[in-house]
């Protein structure tokens, strides 16, 4: 094809050729790749040199200097500065100056992203710090909802279609004798319906008033099951395992350390810059221990709050280790502690820590603290038997299932 029949084609045109040139349109000009990654493009222009794959091209020549990126459909283009025929130093500059600017770019996201990580961190510790704070209103009398009225309109549509049945519809005086005598129906319905609701209001609330003073007086059963719906939603999971007189005994479920406490804190430099550092063993531990302690008190706070004729509470806290060779949960025991509900009043919530609470409240505690890190270590449950008992009474199968993964 000749140039002569080039300029006959339409304006939006496009011929490919050999050597990989393609024509556009009628006097734009043409492309042509010399190579993998290097094309020239020639319009009224000038000609113009790409350098590069689509992902990040350099164009040179007519115009400026500049530089494009694009993967799919989208792409972007910047100029890099100089004039149409800028010089090979001044390309380098605007290089160099694009290289900055995608330098401090890349460090405004790093930024960013550490800001949004010590965030979140922040929030982790801080609710470590916060989980004895939790308060549970004390438990009250129930009462029995009132039932809801009969369906008035309902019951008198029904008594007005059985009183005009076989009523034509001009005898008017019959129909309405009909609809006086539904009236009527409808009345003593509604009374004999209300007698029932208020009778079966009345037996639902014996049936509370009774649960609610075997609750007050510790009948074992009522208190254990209370507890166990109380616990449901427990972030640890938690059981009743005994209740005896005004005592109760509980086990908590804690996860290892590795799945409570991060290995960075956020912090800043000297400089006021944030920093992420890296929490040392001791540190560590005892974050993990004021963990199983807030633990301790958010259970017996709510156990408190829910069985009011509890007065002392026994609490065994579990570690799940992960299964053991045979596929059964096994567990370390913490700490094991003793606390009335009478030592609770007066607590600071606010201002002491859940480490301190408890150790000042239990009139038993026994714990295993490593001496150099601080670390909990598992109690020695051979001079325990009475632990021993209390965890073996535990159905592991249970709890561990019931711990989030």
Not at 8 to 28: A, K, M, N
Not at 224 to 253: H, I, K, Y
Request: with cysteine; charged share 20%; aromatic share 6%.
């Amino acid at each position: 094809m000749s140039s002569g029949q080039l300029s006959e084609l339409p304006s939006d045109y496009r011929v490919t050729g050999q050597r990989g040139v393609v024509f556009y349109g009628q006097g734009v000009g043409f492309s042509i790749k010399l190579a993998p990654g290097v094309r020239i493009r020639a319009s009224s222009r000038g000609i113009r040199t790409s350098i590069g794959p689509r992902a990040a091209r350099v164009h040179l020549g007519a115009g400026r200097t500049g530089f494009s990126t694009g993967v799919g459909p989208v792409g972007f283009y910047t100029s890099l500065g100089g004039g149409r025929r800028g010089s090979s130093a001044g390309r380098a500059t605007s290089a160099a100056s694009y290289q900055r600017q995608v330098a401090a770019q890349q460090r405004q996201a790093m930024q960013t992203q550490r800001a949004e990580e010590a965030r979140r961190l922040a929030q982790t510790f801080l609710r470590i710090l916060e989980l004895h704070r939790v308060d549970f209103p004390a438990a009250s009398r129930p009462i029995a909802p009132d039932p809801a009225p009969p369906d008035r309109a309902a019951i008198y549509k029904h008594y007005e279609r059985q009183a005009q049945a076989g009523i034509g519809f001009f005898e008017r005086a019959k129909r309405a004798q009909a609809k006086q005598q539904a009236a009527q129906w409808t009345e003593a319905e509604v009374q004999r319906q209300w007698s029932s609701l208020r009778e079966q209001q009345a037996g639902w609330q014996r049936y509370l008033d009774e649960r609610w003073q075997q609750l007050c007086t510790n009948v074992p059963e009522v208190v254990l099951q209370t507890l166990e719906e109380a616990f449901e939603d427990n972030e640890a999971p938690s059981a009743a395992v005994d209740a005896t007189g005004e005592e109760v005994s509980l086990v908590v479920l804690v996860p290892i350390v590795e799945h409570v406490v991060p290995e960075r804190m956020p912090t800043t430099t000297q400089a006021g810059n944030l920093s992420l550092r890296k929490l040392p063993q001791r540190e560590r531990a005892d974050y993990y221990k004021q963990f199983v302690c807030g633990q301790v008190l958010v259970t017996l706070r709510e156990a408190f709050a829910v069985a009011p004729g509890i007065t002392t509470a026994r609490v065994a806290v579990l570690r799940h280790d992960g299964p053991d060779s045979y596929g059964r949960p096994r567990v370390s025991c913490l700490l094991a502690t003793r606390i009335a509900r009478s030592a609770l009043n007066g607590v600071r919530w606010d201002a002491a820590d859940a480490a301190a609470i408890v150790n000042d409240t239990s009139s038993e505690l026994l714990l295993n603290p490593r001496t150099r890190t601080g670390e909990l270590l598992p109690l020695d449950l051979g001079t325990e038997p009475a632990l021993t008992e209390l965890i073996n009474a535990v159905d592991l199968a249970e709890l561990t299932a019931a711990a989030p993964q």
